[in-house]
């Protein structure tokens, strides 16, 4: 196990060389003789922000001016354990659910901020800063509304109001404190072509303009946090790339109707599946130039496992196409410096969502069910660490 584990390591960190310095790998480069920049390429190879090393991914992610962020569960916060990886690792953070509507107002006109509040304390007090999700999604609704609607109790144009007061209500609440929201998420069909779907249960009972006045709504709420849609299977994923023109063609709306910062891209991978990286990457400099931010939201890579509790890997490929594919996400990420950030869905497959959401499958995070780094996490280490010699400083995000 150690064995493989160094072997996955030594070939994610040379791959990483060779990427970021346009080199053939990170042993060749020491072989090479040195000039001043391939002398502090060894330098960093030789330091702690090696593999094994101490550095932390934000302290790397800052040298590039990335926010490395995850997901956080309430327990990320109130457990020391998990506290310091939360903090330590990590200067970006989304409420895994803590924002969502049924979580904020689960009777009507009755509040409950505690998680919310929570983690946006938390975030100060680690000089971190919060991704608000989400606004407007067909999933997590509070059940007194989809039982009203349901009912027959509002009409298209009262719904809208009460989705106008929502995000007033929780945008207004933590106004200035949020660097960037999910206004709406996941609208978009999983078909070629891909487009609003239909039979969203926003588009079917607010009517299709529902996403234009979100994200005008939002921008009025909070003028100052970067406002994204966010969706999953939107750069390069689908195999068609179909939902990445899709998602185009919604922002390009947006930007005529309302007022939009960015797109999300989720990177919820699965090692059973394709995927083109250079297609990720080509799609993020897409976005970048129509004028859009980019960031990565929700990045997990799952794989078929021998069970929930322990999660280890049935096939022993998925221990190097695993940290594999998460570095191709984050390569992708550093090469265009409008993906100002890149969020893992949890750190820990203790408390990942993919368990539950994907029978047999799992071990889908940075850290494994006992909180130690796996080799996904050691090369995100190594491909941080050499960023800083060849990936763009990111554009400023306000
Ligand atoms: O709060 C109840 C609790 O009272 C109850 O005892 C428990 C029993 O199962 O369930 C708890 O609710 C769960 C909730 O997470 C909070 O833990 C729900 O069952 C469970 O379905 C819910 O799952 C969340 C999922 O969204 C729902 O769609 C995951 O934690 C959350 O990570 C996941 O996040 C989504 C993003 O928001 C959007 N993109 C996809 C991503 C993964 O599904």
């Not at 404190?177 to 206004?183: L, P, R, T």
């Not at 990045?299 to 496992?305: G, H, I, N, S």
Request: a negative charge; charged letters at 20%; hydrophobic letters at 40%.
């Amino acid at each position: 196990m150690t064995m493989r584990r160094r072997s996955v390591l030594a070939a994610g960190a040379a791959g990483a060389a060779a990427v970021l310095t346009g080199g053939t790998s990170a042993a060749a480069a020491t072989r090479t003789p040195a000039t001043p920049d391939r002398r502090r390429l060894a330098s960093a190879v030789a330091g702690s922000a090696w593999p094994g090393g101490s550095a932390s991914l934000r302290s790397l992610a800052d040298k590039v001016g990335l926010r490395i962020g995850s997901a956080l569960y309430p327990e990320d916060i109130s457990t020391a354990s998990h506290s310091a990886i939360a903090s330590g690792q990590f200067d970006v953070y989304t409420p895994a659910n803590e924002m969502k509507w049924e979580v904020v107002e689960p009777e009507q006109g009755t509040f409950d901020w505690t998680g919310a509040d929570n983690l946006v304390n938390y975030a100060k007090a680690h000089g971190a800063v919060v991704r608000g999700h989400c606004l407007c999604w067909h999933s997590q609704l509070p059940a007194w509304l989809t039982t009203d609607v349901a009912n027959g109790k509002y009409t298209q144009a009262q719904l809208l109001d009460l989705l106008e007061q929502h995000i007033f209500t929780e945008m207004g609440r933590y106004r200035g404190k949020i660097w960037q929201w999910d206004v709406c998420n996941e609208f978009l069909t999983d078909t070629s072509p891909s487009g609003v779907d239909p039979n969203n249960w926003w588009i079917v009972n607010a009517g299709p303009e529902v996403i234009t006045k979100a994200f005008q709504w939002a921008h009025e709420a909070d003028p100052f946090a970067l406002l994204f849609y966010n969706d999953y299977n939107n750069a390069g994923e689908d195999g068609t790339n179909a939902k990445f023109r899709a998602c185009a063609a919604l922002a390009e709306s947006l930007q005529k109707n309302a007022h939009i910062d960015g797109i999300g891209i989720q990177g919820h991978l699965d090692t059973q599946y394709g995927w083109s990286p250079e297609q990720m990457r080509e799609d993020i400099e897409s976005y970048a130039a129509m004028g859009l931010k980019v960031a990565v939201t929700e990045a997990d890579v799952r794989t078929f496992v021998n069970n929930s509790a322990d999660q280890v890997p049935t096939d022993s490929l998925a221990q190097f196409a695993q940290p594999f594919e998460y570095q191709e996400m984050l390569k992708a990420a550093l090469a265009v410096p409008e993906c100002i950030s890149f969020t893992v869905w949890g750190f820990t497959d203790e408390n990942s969502w993919v368990p539950g959401s994907f029978k047999g499958e799992g071990y889908a995070c940075l850290y494994d069910v006992n909180l130690r780094p796996k080799a996904a996490y050691s090369a995100f280490q190594s491909d941080l660490a050499l960023a800083a010699f060849g990936a763009p400083q990111r554009v400023a995000g306000r």
